[in-house]
């Protein structure tokens, strides 16, 4: 129960598509969606593959809770080898594709080979046929949308698809699902696009049961209740959305600023959650139209936005004059104080454009502003940039670049590199601040010391949602640590790692974790399925899966010393605010990490551990 | 007292726990594709508006059904499907002037709202009180107060 | 003394006149602690949950007991998450 128990296995070269059961030994150990998408991953791709190649798998995959009532229970994840990474990727999205996904009957979907010419997956119910993608490849994530309910005569249908971007190899591409929620991180839109496969649409009326319906909906109640009566989930999210961060990021100098040259933006109070709700001056109207919620969630931080109609951007175009996804703080971060750009309506538009064009804010805007960095110390000129002023602060070299990246077009196409191959491009690969070729999120990690040890051993790479312990360093969730310190933090980033890679497996988003503990999803999770769900098997299995992945890219050829950051993270202390002197204290935590893992001092699993977790 | 569901589109975030709790309470199972109450997500516009049936006083609906399979629960107001007598001939739902009715292939009836017997689980399940269920005589009650609390306001902070 | 005080979030609303970016500056008695300050403020205390002295957060009891320095800087939150 609560898993449709039936996996949708695509070969497209030779374009069948064929049902299997679900493997349930694997599903008591590994649950759902991240973890046991992973779990068939790793069994069936060799680790050392090339991303792009037809040998490289796709997973996109449900959780045993994804379309359930259960508070937030509509997420999905996009499973692979990153194309930016080249290690294992698992981006989560919410929006209404996994529950449409798993209302057809399906827990995942295992995407291998390549088409031969673009194709599409059209699915109703059992009904499953790959189509012909013509006269749509080409087209934006939006178009491709739109194009496909029309065809089908069906507005009720929901899609997951890739953009220009993801086809023409833009190494940060998403796969983006309702428009604006996207799988976002590592590169799995590109994987996509190089198989040829340009969109996934669902219609789904089977309907998704659970276990213990009367315990259920009793646990759910009870969930919902602590979700609401919580001041974050019940009003700062709702009313604030995750943009609330960037003023208190900030105020405590961890805003990197700059491609990481500071951390703190003068500009951060007119980029926040603050200024998307003031009238602007044109029409009186704020930035906000109101908050949104992804399927089943009693939170809803998601931001609808419009651009201010007499701003340079979209002045001259009205299909951009809409409501639509405004600005998260990562994205806002990326876009904004990464690139000293403070222009709340360009930044607005160039979210528009990620979304629309379907590639990742944090690694575009990260990227963006290395190649400032790139410009400003005279690395590269006017002739590189093909015209653009490439200067910190250049709200209109932000856009066209977007647009640029969007269509994989000139300098654009370059920024479509991500910031590791365009710094090593021209000779400075200390400038990309990356680990593991991914682009940090907003958060600088020699003012939140613990995010410096949760980035550096981020199985997907660079990442805040592998191990956000930002709510404890910063906003005292579940309990207040000294962000200035690495003492202790080894602990809380394991501990923070195991619970999130449990979330991720049942289908609920992350965001739950403010208010919930795993004491709060266990009985949801154990009235839905089969096996016993306690909070101690939740936490082995988050655990195991951590390790799981570590073991995938250790075969793949990562070592400890991937487990690094850049030399200005850990050798040029901050300038200013509460961090000013500080560096950040890797080499103090890893080693205490790795013993905590049960890893030897080279950051591989001991063969105790992995008896010890049945890998 | 007879109730009535009033919605308040400008509440409803797009959450869908509403057609989750009425597709449970009609088929036992989560299944949005078979809800009574949809919403409808006019993206551009960043606007969600929930919609279900109004429980027309002369039901359109019942007067056309050519076997009286649409008939009043006197205590609730709703009007109600019978699955025995449906002959499913869709009549009901070209009669309905807000396609409240619907067909149910899988059945080969047709479905619509009958306020749960009268504690509606959509508005249980609103996590914004964007579906409520109030006093049939009053729907408007809190709009009249909204209203009621802005007149004359200035006047009395500065009395 | 001279001082800063930042409000966001729902304490915006508390910002006095003359409020700017969410910030204003405040003149207050030396030794007045945060604690005190949220009092004058009429702030709900129970929404002063992230209480920062220019960038570091103090503890409850920190708020309660150590006075605010010239020129310093309080930046004042209610519970708030996102990422």
Redesign the interface.
């Known amino acids: 129960m609560a898993w449709a128990k039936k996996i949708l296995r695509v070969n497209l070269t030779d374009g069948t598509c064929k049902n299997e059961p679900l493997n349930m030994d694997w599903a008591d150990k590994y649950l759902g969606q991240r973890g046991l998408a992973t779990k068939y991953f790793v069994e069936e791709v060799d680790p050392k593959v090339d991303p792009l190649s037809p040998k490289n798998k796709l997973i996109m995959t449900t959780g045993p809770l994804t379309g359930t009532c259960a508070s937030t229970a509509g997420r999905y994840s996009v499973v692979t080898k990153g194309a930016l990474t080249g290690a294992i990727a698992c981006s989560n999205s919410g929006g209404f594709f996994g529950n449409e996904m798993k209302n057809a009957g399906y827990d995942m979907i295992i995407f291998e080979g390549k088409a031969k010419k673009p194709v599409y997956l059209f699915i109703d119910n059992d009904d499953v046929q790959l189509l012909d993608a013509g006269k749509i490849w080409g087209t934006s994530v939006w178009d491709t949308e739109d194009w496909i309910k029309e065809h089908h005569q069906d507005p009720m249908i929901r899609v997951a698809s890739i953009g220009v971007s993801g086809e023409k190899g833009v190494k940060f591409a998403c796969v983006v699902n309702d428009y604006h929620r996207a799988a976002g991180r590592s590169g799995v839109g590109t994987v996509m696009g190089s198989k040829n496969l340009k969109a996934v649409a669902l219609r789904g009326t089977k309907g998704v049961q659970v276990k213990d319906y009367k315990s259920f909906m009793k646990a759910v109640d009870a969930g919902k209740a602590v979700l609401s009566g919580n001041a974050v989930t019940g009003e700062g999210l709702p009313a604030y959305g995750t943009q609330v961060l960037m003023n208190v990021i900030n105020e405590t100098g961890a805003l990197p600023t700059r491609n990481h040259q500071t951390v703190q933006f003068e500009g951060a109070h007119a980029i926040s959650a603050e200024a998307m709700a003031e009238p602007r001056k044109s029409d009186g109207k704020p930035n906000l139209v109101r908050n949104a919620a992804c399927f089943a969630c009693t939170i809803a931080c998601g931001r609808i936005s419009t651009i201010d109609r007499t701003h340079f951007t979209v002045a001259e175009r009205p299909q951009y004059q809409v409501a639509s996804g405004g600005l998260e703080y990562e994205a806002a971060w990326a876009l904004g104080a990464a690139t000293g750009v403070d222009d709340l309506d360009a930044l607005t538009f160039a979210n528009f454009i990620c979304n629309e064009q379907g590639y990742d804010p944090i690694s575009f805007g990260a990227t963006v502003g290395a190649a400032m960095e790139l410009y400003e110390t005279g690395v590269i000129d006017k002739k590189a940039t093909g015209g653009i002023e490439l200067k910190f602060g250049n709200a209109k070299a932000l856009t066209d670049l977007a647009e640029q990246c969007g269509k994989g077009e000139g300098f654009g196409a370059e920024i479509g590199l991500g910031s590791k191959l365009l710094c090593e491009k021209y000779g400075h690969p200390e400038l990309s601040m990356s680990v593991k070729s991914q682009e940090f999120p907003a958060y600088d990690s020699r003012g939140i010391q613990g995010m410096g040890l949760a980035y550096a051993t981020s199985n997907r790479g660079a990442c805040h949602l592998r191990g956000y312990t930002v709510a404890s360093e910063i906003l005292g969730i579940p309990e207040k640590t000294d962000p200035l310190v690495a003492d202790g933090k080894a602990g809380l980033v394991k501990a923070f790692q195991d619970a999130t890679a449990a979330f991720d497996s049942a289908g609920i988003c992350i965001f739950t974790s403010f208010a919930w503990s795993l004491e709060d999803v266990a009985p949801q999770i154990d009235a839905a399925c089969e096996g016993g769900w306690s909070v101690d098997k939740l936490l082995e299995v988050g655990e195991r899966v951590w390790n799981l992945e570590r073991q995938f890219n250790n075969a793949a050829g990562f070592t400890a010393k991937d487990d690094n950051l850049p030399a200005r993270l850990v050798k040029d202390a901050a300038k200013v605010g509460p961090a000013k002197g500080l560096t950040n204290q890797l080499d103090k935590m890893l080693p205490e990490y790795y013993e905590l893992r049960g890893w030897t001092p080279d950051g591989v699993p001991t063969n105790e551990t992995l008896n010890r977790l049945s890998l | 007292m007879q109730k009535s569901l009033v919605i308040i589109p400008s509440k409803c ?5 509403c057609e ?2 009425c ?2 309470d009609n ?8 809800s009574r109450i949809k919403i409808f997500d006019f ?6 508006v929930p919609y279900t049936c109004t429980q027309c006083d002369e039901a359109w609906c019942m007067k056309a059904c050519p076997v009286d399979a649409i008939s009043l629960d006197a205590a609730t107001g709703a009007k109600v499907v019978s699955d025995e007598l449906c002959v499913g001939c869709k009549v009901c739902t070209i009669a309905c002037p807000f396609g409240t009715v619907n067909y149910n292939a899988d059945t080969g009836k047709v479905i619509k709202c009958d306020l749960c017997g009268g504690d509606p689980e959509c508005a249980k ?1 609103c ?2 009180e964007a579906i409520v269920y109030v006093d049939a005589n009053w729907t408007g009650l809190d709009k009249m107060r909204a209203w009621a609390e802005k007149t004359d306001a200035g006047q009395q902070a500065s009395a | 003394m001279n001082i800063e005080l930042k409000l966001y979030a729902s304490l915006s609303s508390y910002l006095p006149p003359g409020a700017k970016h969410h910030r204003v500056a405040l003149d207050v008695a030396e030794g007045t602690t945060p604690a005190q300050l949220i009092d004058d403020m009429k702030l709900p205390k129970e929404a002063c949950f992230l209480v920062l002295r220019n960038g570091v957060y103090l503890t409850p009891d920190e708020r309660e007991t150590r006075p605010i320095k010239e020129g310093e800087t309080i930046a004042i939150w209610p519970p708030i998450a996102g990422g």
Not at chain 2, 13 to 17: I, P
Not at chain 2, 27 to 34: G, L, Q, T
């Open positions: 975030t797009g959450c869908l726990q989750l709790a597709s449970y088929e036992s199972m989560f299944n949005p594709a078979k993206h551009d516009k960043g606007r969600f399940a996590p914004t």
